[in-house]
């Protein structure tokens, strides 16, 4: 049912968004990974489609409800007794009250179990943004910071040709030492050129998902301060939470719930043994019931497996970032050194500069690290979740 039903309703969830105002450079100047993810989620055309669908959902189950209320399993008024006023009733025989309580009860408890499918979907679909907007503002603040560096580098390659055209003129060094400085230059020069494209680039990939005018730009990409220090959560526990709440096991346990709850009904005075049609709807179920319950284990083991990886991966990710640390660490003494050195006339200033553009791009690595750990960290907390496998009520499953 699932699948014929919702399979309008999950929209791509990182390509497709609702328009938006574009904001002008006055509004704002400085974009962080919080605002990111609210104007990308806000402005998702999917998360705004899946929510109206729960409303929709919510109303049809209401409007079934306060039907069925009025539905008598046992008989049918036909009229009056011309002569004694006497209502005349018909009263149903065991397979057709079978059928009234299937209108009774089991409809309005599928179109319970619609309306809570489509609130798993609305949750599922707005986490899997939130992911591609993390993953989107990554990209743009390792672009932005990716520019920035390229510049850097183009400032120190211009001071190096400048110190070698003296010491070219001054004979100190062959036209062939200054044709590599220069060519070191157009090689700084092409970096810049290509960092903005990519920057460009990715700016108007998070403009499209956010609602912004293509040629918006903010002018600061801001790092965010972390906040996690470490996993707080054993992986028992971790596999333990995510197969309660995850979206595709409380989905099939709806399931699992409703073809029981139309089975009890089907059994009805023996109805599922007396009556042919009702004996073949009957093993029918049975045979949907056991294919669920088998599809129930093996999202139950792809879950946990996927927990698993998710945990290695995220203590890995936490690993990356300490000797990103470390190795800034390393540097900025090494520098300190190196500078005390330049100061007291015993290294050259060109040493000081690659050494202090060194620090630079360490300093950008372990940013990108943290941000990394903070992406990994938020998607492991939402697996653990409802998750956001759009796929499964996609027809993936």
Known sequence: MGKKIFTFIVINAILFTLGGQPLSASESTILNRRKAVEMVVKNSAAVWNVKENVKFGERDYQKQYLKSQGINTTKIFLFKHPFTGEDIYYYYDPYEQMQMRLLKEFVPEQLKYVWEMKKLISTVTEKAMENAAEELFLGLYSSYHGKLLAEKALEISRKSFEREKVRFEKGLITQTDLDEAELALLSAENAVIKAERDFDNMHRQFN???GLGPEYRYDIIGMPYITYEGINITEEDAVNRALVNRAE???????????????????HKNVHISYPDAREDYEKLQDDLDQLNIKLSKYQYDIEKEIRGMYKELKKCYLELEIAKLNLSRQKKKLETITAQYQAGLVPESVIEQLELAVYQLEYMVNVNKLIVMNTQDKFNRSLTEGFNTGYFMGGE
């Open 208 to 210: 499209a998902m956010a």
């Open 249 to 267: 096991i409380r989905d099939l346990k709806n399931r699992i719930s409703l073809i029981e709850f139309q089975m009890e009904i089907y059994t």
